[in-house]
Every structure is written in structure tokens, then in C-alpha cells.
């Protein structure tokens, strides 16, 4: 069974509550749902982490090298466009990462068109949504062994 970990980075907790024009009105514990659903049809062992601190990131990403993790989707939220920190810590694992954004970040302010943690991924998936987290489980499952 594949080990993949999903991480939330800073305020994916208040999905649904935050502006629902640009990031939807499912809850981040429905999308945690769909997550899950589409992990077990995936055969996947799958655990979800969110936080809203840089550090803990880089905590959780190198405990999952420490845990043998096959492969991790990963929405930073705003640290996207800023943390060479977070970018490093993608750098310095070796299983495949994959990008995803609820919102179409391409199409947004200028400070948001750039993701310095991007380069260091495997690849990334923007603008669908809770269904963007999907379509990298997806590509995940594809790319790992
Ligand atoms: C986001 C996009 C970021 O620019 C923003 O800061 C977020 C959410 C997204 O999923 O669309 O918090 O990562």
C-alpha cells in the first residue's frame, strides 16, 4: 500500500469560511472527505496535516521522510509565494511532491502568479478547487512505484 500524506499549509483550514468566490464553499472537512474516499479507491494509506506555521512543515515533511512516505500532495496556501524554507525542506526528500491550489493562482495578483515551492515539486495542479487535490492524488499514484 502506498503511504501518501496530504499537507494543508497556512489558513486551508478555513476553507469554507474564508472568501468563497475565490477558494469555494466546501468545507476543508469535506474536501478531508473526498481526500479519503478517493484514497481508499486508490489503495492508498493516506493521513492528512494542516498548519498554519512554516516550521511545522518542515517538521511534518521531513517526518515523512523519517516514515518512508511514498509521495505527498502539498498546498502551502500563502507560503507558496514566499518560503525558501518550505522549498528546501521539498528539495531535500526524495519521494515525489505534487502542488495543488484551490484557486487558479495564474489568474490571480501579481504576488500570487509566482510559487518559489513549485520548481522543487513534481508537478502542479491549480484552479479546480477541492477536485485539485483529486487530480493529484491521481498524478501521484501514477508517478510513484
Ligand atoms: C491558495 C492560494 C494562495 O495564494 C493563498 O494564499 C491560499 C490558498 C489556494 O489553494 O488557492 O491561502 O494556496
Not at 126 to 142: K, M
Request: charged share 20%; proline share 2%.
Amino acid at each position: 500500500m502506498k503511504k501518501i500524506r496530504v499537507i494543508h499549509g497556512a489558513n486551508l483550514n478555513f476553507t469554507g469560511l474564508r472568501d468563497k468566490n475565490i477558494y469555494g464553499s466546501e468545507f476543508i472537512e469535506d474536501i478531508n472527505q473526498q481526500i479519503l474516499d478517493a484514497a481508499t479507491g486508490l489503495d492508498m494509506d493516506l493521513e492528512v496535516f494542516q498548519s498554519n506555521s512554516e516550521g511545522e512543515i518542515i517538521n511534518y515533511i521531513q517526518s515523512c521522510h523519517y516514515e518512508g512516505v511514498d509521495g505527498a500532495i502539498i498546498n502551502p496556501g500563502a507560503f507558496t509565494h514566499y518560503s525558501y524554507a518550505i522549498r528546501d525542506a521539498i528539495d531535500s526528500i526524495n519521494f515525489p511532491v505534487v502542488e495543488v491550489h484551490l484557486s487558479n493562482i495564474s489568474a490571480r495578483e501579481e504576488f500570487r502568479r509566482i510559487s518559489v515551492t513549485a520548481p522543487v515539486c513534481a508537478g502542479h495542479i491549480a484552479g479546480f478547487g477541492g477536485f485539485s487535490y483529486i487530480l493529484g492524488l491521481h498524478a501521484l499514484n501514477d508517478i510513484v512505484g
